[in-house]
């Protein structure tokens, strides 16, 4: 029976392997905005062997600050681009091994930790995220629940060492990692409220994770933090621009790509955690739960980043509830059923996970057509050339074309960068050909992307001031030319 | 029969050596204007203030009543303190090179005083020499002496005063009375904040409370003789800056010009979990904490005493941390080299900014262009920071000032002077022009990056492009002067 359920584990994990390496190969490049900035990054330390510090070619020439230890590690893997593709979904699909573990001790039961790890095989955002996308993503959420699992199990030395290890590579990565100095805060504060006594070595280590977080953190950010203040963290934008700038979401796309089932049996397992049981796991990872959701409301996380990061939390939280789910239909004139009510959840996750999962995978795999018109625009241009888009679109054209935008998503320390939103807006959304031109003289626009994103984002279909052809030519789909 | 121990010698040598220790580490920090700055002028705005009043002085051989370049014109109504020692150091010794001296000397000294402070309040220790460590790396400290500053003097004043308050014997507690007497002169929270410490100290001491009594009357009553004059004439206190602004100097690392280093806070909240235990034998140094924060959030100097307590109860919170029993070595050994690197970056960051503070050499350059192209009569519009360069490099009169107070309707000039930076509507800027006068307009970098305007096309930066009015005689190095035509 052991065994049984290992090679079920097996399975699950081999499926959700082959399901992103199925999607992520058969499109020779990657998809998605971030996927080329990290290839420009990557491309630059292989030439110079030095992290990029300054982009010629972001906002026209910036400063450039971000965590490159991911670049460096996947620096290796560049040099055959299949492989970049082969490591990122292995290390995206051990999300489900740490579930399970993670699962396992909390509620002790195997049968419980497969279902759940099941259901984070398959999470929609996630896989809109990582899947055939060069995304940091796909290391960070594995080590931060890997360092939640080691800080649970503490007591013995070797997760110590192994919890200090991600504590020291989590900022290097990404600047998520400050979540986890508010996450052990909360957890801190929640432990007290509910009179948890937590061991001494687990303060001790939780206080050394937020000091070593936070040190290396200033120490990158440095630049950013004394010109902007703390206003870097929450990337500077006026309330208005936040809503042009975000990419929008309706509750129920939201709860689509969340995942209904985990949302639902995430927040029972919370107060079955936190009121009935007072489970100091669930508390600790409630807390996660908790900070990420303070950090979206204070606009500080997008709510994408926010839906990706909830979702694996969420799911494991809920092997608590499934666990007393089962538990009490042992209990009830049900038990004899028992078999058919994993059939039916299991069939639930199908229809409410697995199929979901599948459909984004698709569609966010898909290459779409400004990939193909950046590729030709990229062979009929010379360096010197400027195109502009909206931010989220932004790095695909440095990316591919090696062309110089206007603006793009990485706004910390970007120059003039609510004047930069400003005008793009209103290069997109202006009737007058005088504003336009105006604006695109102003930073020397070769070239309008005007994308299916970009008319989702803006609610149009149309530049109207293109119609005048001595001064606008569209020469591909999604691109136009300016002339005057 | 009794023996003389003969380890007499030992505490002395120790108790040298770590003073020597501080001064050596103090020395280095707070002379390193001097080489991160070579061939570059003096740093900040207010040494060239008073450097123009105290040359004035020396032209006229008295004391003035009336300031022609700032505010355009206005009474003399400056703390008379560093102007007057200044002016009587200066007889013997040029003023530039006092500016740069004195700082270095005057941070020693209050190193050396808070250390003996400390010891006097019965501190132990380590727990001095801890502390007066934290206070040399702390921004808020080294802001206040690598360069002369108006806490420059009053700083090492109010802690000589402090420590000859703490003294059992009669004629230093006398000197210490005249000191807290005078500190009126240095200003008006170089004043209340000492007194307000002071006033917490003696609570529960009887005497202290009535030797507390006598200074802050006859202190208060010599405020009230230097600042009531002034106010019934002018009928102002002067600018208040908005709260916010002063917030953002009580973190440096998060972007204050100075302020306490977020790590020296984190120990702070170690230290001050240590005395809650005993929180009613402890009380006043909780209150004190209280009474600056408030003061911080009032007075942009209030954050450097505020640094004082915080590397106090830091210094108790690295102890704590040090001392207290880890289940892990290895994560303690890691932990405490990881506050103290915080620790040290937050200093070296500001020690290493200090190259590139303002004025540089292309101000410099632009402001003789500016004294060049207009005459003496000729009013200044810029960022108040600026004035102090514009009075003296150029010789120019401004229409603010970083100094406010007793200006008549200074709340007024402030906000036509918002106005002309921020609108856009070019009748509106013009006419305000020229309602203050206003010649030449002066555009420094840090201006355009936040100081005043966020983006290129903002308020005044607009408006010059299509007012008429408007001519550009000078830009480079992005410093731009704007003759207003009339």
């Given at each position: ?72 590690l ?28 993670i ?59 192994y ?54 953190n ?39 790509l ?16 936190i ?16 900070s ?11 709510i ?53 999962s ?33 931010p ?27 004047e ?20 695109l003289?102003?930073?020397?626009v ?21 119609e ?17 | 029969?009794?023996?003389?121990s003969?380890?007499k ?76 020692l ?30 003996f ?21 702390s ?47 240095f ?5 209340i ?10 609570i ?73 235990k ?118 120019r ?27 856009r ?49 000078y ?12």
């Open positions: 029976m052991k065994k049984k359920l290992n090679y079920i584990l097996i399975i699950i994990f081999v499926l959700t392997l082959l399901m992103r390496l199925f999607f992520a190969l058969s499109h020779p490049e990657f998809s998605g905005d971030e996927s080329y900035l990290h290839l420009r990054i990557i491309s630059h330390i292989k030439q110079s062997g030095f992290p990029m510090t300054y982009d010629p070619l972001s906002y026209g020439g910036r400063t450039f600050l971000y965590p490159q230890l991911f670049h460096y996947m620096l290796p893997f560049s040099l055959i681009p299949i492989l970049l593709k082969i490591i990122l979904a292995i290390s995206a699909s051990t999300i489900v091994l740490i579930t399970y573990v699962s396992k001790e909390i509620t002790g039961k195997k049968g419980v930790s497969l279902i759940t790890a099941l259901l984070s095989a398959f999470i929609p955002i996630e896989i809109q995220t990582n899947v055939n996308k060069l995304s940091v993503y796909s290391i960070i959420l594995p080590l931060i629940l890997l360092m939640f699992y080691f800080l649970m199990k503490i007591e013995k030395k070797r997760y110590l060492l919890f200090m290890i991600i504590s020291f590579i989590l900022p290097l990565l990404h600047p998520i990692s400050f979540l986890i100095v508010f996450s052990f805060l909360f957890y801190m504060i929640i432990s007290a409220t509910e009179s948890i006594e937590l061991t001494k070595l687990k303060k001790e280590a939780m206080i050394f994770s937020a000091l070593l977080i936070t040190l290396l200033f120490l990158m950010f440095k630049k950013g933090l004394i010109r902007d203040g703390f206003s870097i963290v929450k990337s500077n934008i006026s309330s208005t621009l936040i809503e042009a700038s975000q990419i929008e979401f309706n509750i129920i796309q939201y709860l689509y969340l995942g209904i089932i985990p949302l639902i049996l995430g927040i029972i397992g919370i107060y079955i955690g009121f009935k049981k007072k489970n100091e796991n669930i508390i600790l990872l409630s807390s996660s739960l908790l990420i959701i303070t950090l979206m409301i204070l606009n500080v996380l997008e994408g980043a926010g839906a990706l990061l909830l979702s694996p939390f969420l799911i494991i939280i809920s092997s608590l509830t499934l666990d007393r789910l089962s538990e009490y239909i042992k209990i009830t004139k049900f038990h004899k059923l028992r078999k058919y009510f994993i059939t039916i959840l299991v069939l639930m996750v199908l229809l409410f996970s697995v199929i979901p599948v459909i984004t995978a698709v569609t966010s795999s898909r290459q779409s057509q400004e990939i193909e018109d950046l590729e030709w625009l990229s062979q009929n241009v010379n360096e010197n050339t400027t195109i502009v888009s909206i989220e679109q932004g790095n695909l054209i440095t990316g591919i074309t090696n062309c110089k935008n206007v603006v793009d998503s990485n706004y910390i320390l970007a120059p003039d960068l609510e930069r939103l400003n005008d793009v807006f209103y290069i997109y959304n202006t009737w007058s050909e005088s504003k336009a031109l105006q604006l003289e102003k930073y020397d070769d070239y309008i992307l005007f994308t299916k994103k970009a008319k989702q984002k803006y609610g149009i279909n149309k530049l109207t001031y293109t005048n052809e001595k001064c606008f030519k569209q020469e591909r789909e999604t691109l136009y030319k300016v002339k005057c | 029969m009794k023996n003389v003969n380890k010698g030992k505490p002395s040598i120790r108790l040298n050596a770590k003073l020597i220790l501080l001064i050596a580490i103090g020395l280095i920090l707070l002379l390193s204007p001097l080489y991160l700055r070579i061939n570059k002028p003096l740093m900040g705005s207010e040494p060239y203030f008073y450097q123009r009043i105290i040359k004035n002085i020396e032209t006229n051989s008295s004391m003035p009543t009336h300031d022609s370049l700032s505010f355009a014109g206005r009474d003399f109504t400056y703390n008379l303190g560093p102007i007057f200044l002016y009587m150091l200066s007889k013997g010794v040029s003023i530039t090179l006092l500016l740069q001296v004195i700082p270095i000397l005057l941070g020693i000294l209050t190193l050396i005083l808070a250390y402070s400390l010891r006097r309040l019965r501190s132990d220790p380590s727990i001095s020499f801890i502390s007066v460590m934290l206070l040399i790396l921004p808020s400290f080294l802001y206040a002496f690598t360069k002369f500053t108006n806490l420059t003097i009053a700083l090492p004043l109010t802690l000589t005063a402090f420590y000859l308050f703490l003294s059992e014997k009669k004629f230093p507690r006398i000197v210490s009375s005249v000191l807290f007497v005078i500190l009126p002169f200003g008006f929270w170089e004043t904040i000492p007194l307000s410490i002071l006033g917490i100290y003696s529960k001491n009887k005497e202290a409370q009535k030797r507390f009594i006598k200074i802050s009357l006859i202190t208060l009553a010599v405020m009230v003789v230097i600042h009531l004059p002034h106010i019934i004439e002018t009928g102002s206190l002067g600018y208040i800056p908005k709260t916010t602004e002063n917030v953002s100097n009580i973190l440096f690392d998060i972007g204050g010009e100075f302020g306490a280093s977020i790590f020296a806070v984190i120990l702070a909240f170690f230290g001050l979990s240590r005395l809650w005993k929180k009613y034998q402890n009380f006043k140094p909780y209150m004190i904490l209280i009474a600056l924060i408030i003061f911080s959030l009032l007075s942009k100097n209030g954050a450097i005493y505020l640094n004082f307590i915080l590397c106090f109860l830091a210094s108790r919170g690295l102890l704590r941390l040090s001392s207290m029993r880890w289940e892990s070595k290895e994560t303690r050994n890691v932990t405490l080299f990881l506050l103290l690197c915080g620790l040290i970056f937050s200093g070296l960051s500001f020690v290493g900014s200090i190259g590139s503070k303002y004025p540089t050499n292309q101000m410099v350059d632009s402001l003789k262009e500016l004294e060049s192209v207009s005459e003496s009569q000729d009013i200044i519009l810029s960022h108040q920071s600026n004035s102090a360069w514009i009075n003296e490099i150029a010789k009169k401004t229409i603010i000032n970083e100094r406010t107070a007793h200006i008549r309707d200074v709340e007024k000039i402030f906000s036509d002077i918002s106005i002309i930076f921020h609108s509507n070019i009748k509106q800027t013009e006419a305000l022009l020229k309602k203050h006068k206003i010649k030449y307009v002066y555009i420094t970098p840090n201006m355009k990056e936040g100081l005043v305007w966020d983006s290129q096309d903002e308020g005044f930066l607009f408006v010059s492009k299509y007012s008429k009015l408007l001519e550009r005689k830009e480079e190095n992005e410093i731009e002067i704007w003759r207003i035509k009339q």
